[in-house]
């Protein structure tokens, strides 16, 4: 195995709660060419000082602070500061298997186009886990495989084929260096889909580890990613402009017009996201903001001229408001997310 160098990039905000697992984690990594780069992006707490501490006791540590632009502006810092040959990316709340980095750079060769991808478990904090495995069977992929099973199968499915999170994966720098142009720091819901996907659809190599869960994704109820949040409508607006522009720019033709259905496609599934978020998080406007956004002419369009397969049961109940808005189908969605938040 070469020793390439792997900068690991890990965005920090307000996390003195986690962050020693976080970092100890990648220090007891058994993969020792590593540059650690903390980007503190503004915190409040204490982190910066950690960040800081931590510097002082390894080499390999490097701290950057930053005034508050959010989590892409923070991990594009960290990529524009890092020098390694390959990029991982650890959220600050989450940690890693000692083994990851090792088991991992093993299926590197050098390709500046290659992503090496493992899976995930998501950490809860009653102690329960999940594991999440990529669907895509694991193994190599060259281009051409890329291109048949790959590409075609990253938009528009209920259930992601490759996981689309920047997190859990090697990417050769050049990949993350050529499209950080789309990653707009306004996104901040799905936000690594402005990188991951373009990513993907770039790469010359692609790995899939056999069932690795490495990476544990801590599951908080209080952070932002699972709270109301009243601009998610806009945000998926510009995530799907974000979307239709990476299409744009890498394909054309008829395979253009099919990636943009698929694109379609999968702005349902994220208004499934959205809906989700107006019947769990806003007892008192959910009604008014759900029936907005469904009779509105552009979802009324989308939802008549963009059939998608829905089996999940939850979906399928938000997906019959979508079809048919009104006071009753909205009432039940919201019962079926305060029955359903009960239970978990």
Not at 14 to 43: F, P
Not at 53 to 75: C, F, M, P, Q
Not at 170 to 186: C, H, Q, T, V
Not at 201 to 222: E, P, Q, S, V
């Amino acid at each position: 195995m070469k020793d390439y160098k792997i900068s690991i990039i890990v965005p920090v905000y307000n996390a003195e709660k986690y962050l020693e697992k976080c970092v100890d984690s990648l220090l007891n990594q058994t993969y020792c060419n590593l540059e650690i780069l903390l980007i503190d992006d503004g915190s409040k707490d204490t982190s910066g000082q950690l960040c800081d501490e931590y510097v002082k006791k390894d080499t390999r540590i490097h701290a950057v602070h930053k005034e508050n632009g959010g989590l892409i502006s923070a991990w594009k810092k960290g990529v524009e500061v890092s020098s390694g040959q390959y990029l991982c990316f650890v959220d600050s709340d989450d940690w890693i298997d000692e083994s990851m980095i090792e088991e991992m750079a093993e299926k590197l060769t050098g390709n500046e186009r290659e992503i090496i991808a493992s899976d995930y478990i998501i950490e809860k904090e009653d102690g329960s886990q999940k594991y999440v495995w990529q669907q895509l069977p694991s193994g190599e992929y060259d281009r051409a495989a890329i291109l048949k099973e790959v590409i075609p199968n990253l938009l528009g499915r209920e259930n992601r084929y490759v996981t689309i999170s920047r997190c859990m994966k090697l990417f050769g720098r050049k990949l993350i260096e050529d499209n950080m142009k789309y990653s707009d720091p306004a996104v901040v819901m799905s936000e690594d889909t402005t990188i991951t996907l373009p990513s993907l659809i770039d790469c010359d190599r692609l790995f899939i580890m056999d069932h690795k869960a490495y990476y544990h994704y801590l599951y908080l109820t209080g952070s932002m990613a699972h709270k109301y949040d009243k601009n998610m409508y806009e945000n998926m607006q510009l995530l799907r402009r974000v979307i239709l522009q990476i299409l744009n720019d890498k394909f054309e033709g008829d395979e253009l017009t099919v990636r943009q259905k698929q694109a379609d496609q999968e702005h349902i599934f994220m208004l499934m996201l959205v809906l989700k978020n107006e019947a769990r998080g806003n007892p008192k406007g959910y009604r008014k903001n759900i029936l907005d956004i469904c009779r509105s002419r552009e979802v009324r369009e989308l939802i008549r001229n963009t059939p998608v397969e829905v089996k999940l049961n939850a979906n399928r109940l938000i997906y019959l408001v979508m079809k048919r808005p009104g006071l009753l189908t909205c009432t039940l969605l919201r019962l079926a997310m305060i029955w359903y938040y009960r239970k978990k």
